[in-house]
Every structure is written in C-alpha cells, then in structure tokens.
C-alpha cells in the first residue's frame, strides 16, 4: 500500500469542480451497448471525475440487399476520445494520470489493417442475420463440441460468424483483413497502437480454448476462418503500449501514457468487488442480473452445457468465472408500468415507504414466476411467466413484493446452480450494480438465500476493476490483494432474518420448485391451442 506521505492530497474548487493537485490518477473507460464512461480515480478507488456520453444505436447500412445494424468504428472512437477529454477536466494535469484500461460489452467488433483503421463497420449483435452462418457452423461441428471447447453455447451474435458472414458477402474486404479486433480491443489500438485481446473478452468470440487459452484450431476449420487475422493473447493487467501522439491529441491523455489490457465488462465489475475472494459469489444487478464466482479452471462438461451457464477464463491471471444471468429490466419496467402512480409521487418510493408495513413475507399468498422474457437457465423462450394466489384484495404492494421475491427465487435457482457445479461453498454474497441500492430488495435477497450480503460502496464497478488494472500494469500496485486492500470500500451488511428465511425456504421447497415445473408444461400447451 502506498504511504499517505506520498502523495500530496491538497485540492482547490474550480466552478463545480474539485481539482486535485499532484495526484496520482488511473483512468477506466467501460464502452457499455448503451453508454461510454471515462473515470478517472486516485489510488484509493475514490471518483474523481467523469467523462459520460450515451454510445447511440447501431446504424442500418445496405449489403446485398441486406439491411444490417454496424457500428461506426470512427463515431465509437471519437466518443471516447470525447469522454476521456471530459474525465480530464476534472484534473489538473493529464500527465498525473498513470494508467489506462479498456472494457467493453462482448461478441461486437470488425476487421482493421495493419494501421488499426477499420475497413468495414462492426456488425452489432442486433443483426439476426449471422444464423445462416451459425447454422452452416453447426453442420460442420457440434453444439456439444464447441462448448467444450469454449464454454458457451454458439449463438448467433458470436463473433466468430460474423467474421463468416465478412467472408461470404464481402469477400474483398476479408482478404484484406489484418486483424479482427473486438471493440475494447479497437479501442486499446487506437490509443496505443497495439494489436492484442484479453482471454475474458475473446471468450466471446467462440474461438478461444479455454483450457489451453490459445485459438481454437478446430473451431476455427469449421469456420474456415485463418488465424491469422486473430489478435495475440494476452493477460489482463498487462502492459500494452503507450499513448500515441495521435491518440494524445484526440484525448488529451499524455504522450506514452500506459495503456494496459483490459477485459469482459462484468468480469471487470466483479474483479473490483473482490470477487477473485474465495466463497464469495459476485451478483451484478442491472438490466440483468449476473453471477460470478470465479474458480481454479474451465467448467466444460454435456451437464454444464444444458443448464446455460458460461464458463470464460477470469480477468484474473490463472481464475476462470463461472456464471449465469436473468433478465431483470424487463420485471421491473412493467411492474412499474402498470403500478405507476398518479400524484408525485415516485412508484418505488412509494413502494420503499410501505412494503414492510403493509405487506409480510409471501405477499398473502401470491406467488409470481417473473419469466416475462422467457426462461435462462435453461435457456428457453417459450416459457412464460404466471402469477398465482390473487385474490380482490391484492394490491400494487403485493404485486410488487411477489415480483420481488419471484426475481430472488430464480436467484437461488442460478445459486444452487452454481454450487452444484462449482462444488465449493457459498459462504457470502456480494452485491453491485444499480439494485444493490435498494435495500428492500437486498433484505429480501438474503432472506430467500439464506445468505449474509455485502453491497460495498462502489457505484461504478467495472470502471473501477478497470483503474485496478490500470494500476497493477502501471506498477501502482504490486498485486491484486495490495490494490483491494488500499482501496478499502464501505460496506453496507444485511443478514437474513431467520423467521422470514424459515418462511421462504418452506415456499422455496415445498410450492415454488414444483410450481415452475408447471408453468413450464402450462407454456407450452398454451402455445399449442392459443396462437
């Protein structure tokens, strides 16, 4: 840990400001699908300023009389550049930065030369139309093949079909392909110039062995894509390059400045909650909801394969994560929809007010099954989802808390999941993202689990794993426990109540388990009879 002496921590208001004078920083830039961050922290993982702007939508261009969602590579990097120049502002000099690192949202990327310039738009993961190339893949190889090979289940959005689709419709543009970088690593080449990719991101892509973290040779035959085109591996935390005078301009960033890899965005979050802490499972609530547990190795078996969990090698040197997610957005956008209230009042603050006075553990018999989007594990859209137990005296509160506890029930299923295949103990549960702040929800989260939880004080996570890689590449910190151990969150505990986790361990096991075995034969005959 670095000495407080060190660093000369006075600071003066500039406008609305706070400028810090002679500071150490570290800058995480997370390109998220729906808005781009620039973060500058000192050491001890305090925010010092922001660079913010929405990263837009993908634009429909023409190919073959196709209409296909692609990003601007340049719009991408100006946007950056854009936040990074706006982060900065709230320093007084560029050169106190000492580090850079980049995540960004998996699968999306495209082809460049050998000057790091895109030569064709980066195909997003909103164009279906790569299934022709997914369906010609599975001909050649397996489904079961390639997840044991990779640890996911191929989908259409991989990255690897659309390097198959570049092949087939635009066959001048492949055979002048240099590399194919992913967007975080688009970014790090137009900072730095250099060509590499992290294991956790370029698991995405469906190439990547992940036992022997090196390209799929069979994976890439059934594409019949040349390696070639494909970046060097690298660790995540590793020294890239330094920012270049082109890159200094755009950005403002000093010349040479580090910029070090960085990795998968959740994986990235959860490395800032300590998730590499044995037994500590990391839950990510947002627009999902994600859990992590990081592990010594690859989970590849048929079993692993069916229950839709991922394995991806870890942003952590020698830790892989096992995970799986649901869909939370949707439960929360329409509970609110239909439950928004007509004064001033804001439906969750109303909620927050008076769920504990009004409403008690089972919400009065209701039970809601929140598969508004389908199943996830296993994966399965036809699934719908159901509320039983109404009765003329539900209420919005009721409604609500079973929705609540509904989402927290699908929680212990993907936590049970977990540990049947990690075979390890869960002995706590760390919260971050937006729900993490709703302290309902929390309570209410343990109680199902069973499980004491920590939601620490970190609002923006994976920026923050970001500036801790930034910082051990740098040379900041020696190591990951020296980085956690310097920037020492607050924690907010909650510990399960033992009499409501009584309550829902008995409708865990003795209605909810059995009840989701029926929606689920209900959603299908529904189907059948009802189009």
């Known amino acids: 840990m670095l000495p407080l002496d060190s660093i000369d921590i006075k600071y003066k208001i500039s406008g609305r400001r706070i400028v810090l004078k002679n500071k150490t920083y570290l800058m995480g830039i997370d390109i998220g699908s729906t808005t781009i961050k620039a973060v500058t922290y000192d050491i001890y993982g305090n925010i010092i300023s922001v660079g913010r702007k929405d990263t837009g939508n993908p634009e429909m261009i023409r190919e073959n009389n196709l209409s296909v969602a692609c990003w601007i590579p340049e719009k991408l990097w100006e946007n950056v550049a854009e936040c990074i120049r706006k982060s900065l502002e709230g320093i007084e000099n560029s050169e106190s930065v000492k580090g850079v690192a980049v995540s960004a949202f998996g ?25 022709e190339q997914m369906n010609l893949f599975l001909e050649r190889i397996s489904k079961t093949d390639t997840f044991l090979i990779n640890g996911q289940v191929p989908w259409y959005a991989c990255s690897v079909f659309r390097m198959m689709w570049i092949k087939k419709y635009r066959p001048d543009v492949y055979k002048k392909i240099f590399k194919w970088l992913l967007i975080q690593d688009y970014i790090n080449c137009r900072l730095c110039g250099g060509f590499a990719s992290d294991y956790s991101i370029s698991s995405t892509t469906l190439i990547l062995d992940q036992k022997k973290l090196s390209w799929s040779e069979e994976i890439l035959g059934a594409a019949g894509i040349d390696e070639k085109i494909l970046p060097p591996l690298k660790q995540s935390g590793e020294f890239l390059g330094g920012i270049t005078d082109e890159a200094s301009e755009r950005t403002g960033l000093k010349e040479n400045t580090p910029v070090i890899v960085g990795g998968h965005d959740n994986l990235c979050g959860s490395f800032a909650a300590s998730g590499f802490t044995e037994g500590v499972l990391i839950d990510i609530g ?246």
């Open 286 to 531: 947002g627009t999902f909801e994600s859990m992590i547990l990081h592990t010594g190795g690859p989970e590849l078996s048929e079993e692993f394969m069916r229950s839709n969990l991922i394995s991806e090698a870890s942003v952590m040197k020698n830790m892989h994560a096992l995970y799986g997610f649901q869909y939370y957005s949707g439960c929360t956008e329409w509970i609110k929809s239909i439950m928004e209230r007509s004064d001033n009042i804001g439906f969750w603050d109303y909620f927050k007010s008076n769920v504990n006075s009004h409403t008690k553990p089972g919400s009065g018999g209701l039970l809601f099954l929140p598969y508004l989007t389908g199943s996830y594990f296993p994966k399965d859209e036809k699934v719908t989802g159901a509320i039983f137990g109404i009765t003329a005296e539900t209420g919005r509160l009721e409604l609500t808390r079973s929705l609540i506890e509904g989402l927290n029930f699908i929680s212990k299923d993907l936590m049970n999941l977990i540990i049947k295949f990690s075979k390890g103990e869960i002995k706590l549960l760390r919260v971050i993202g937006g729900i993490a702040y709703n302290e309902f929800w929390m309570q209410n989260k343990s109680d199902i689990l069973n499980l004491a939880l920590e939601v620490p004080d970190i609002p923006e996570a994976t920026s923050l794993g970001l500036a801790i890689l930034a910082g051990m590449g740098s040379g900041i910190y020696k190591n990951p426990a020296e980085a956690i151990d310097t920037i020492k969150k607050s924690v907010k505990v909650f510990i399960p109540d033992k009499v409501n986790s009584e309550i829902y361990s008995s409708i865990y096991d003795n209605i909810y388990t059995d009840l989701s075995k029926t929606v689920w034969k209900i959603s299908y005959d529904i189907k059948k009879f009802i189009k």
């Open 107 to 131: 699968v999306d990327g495209g082809p460049v030369d050998n000057n790091g310039k895109a030569i064709y738009p980066f195909i997003s993961w909103q164009y279906l139309g790569t299934s």
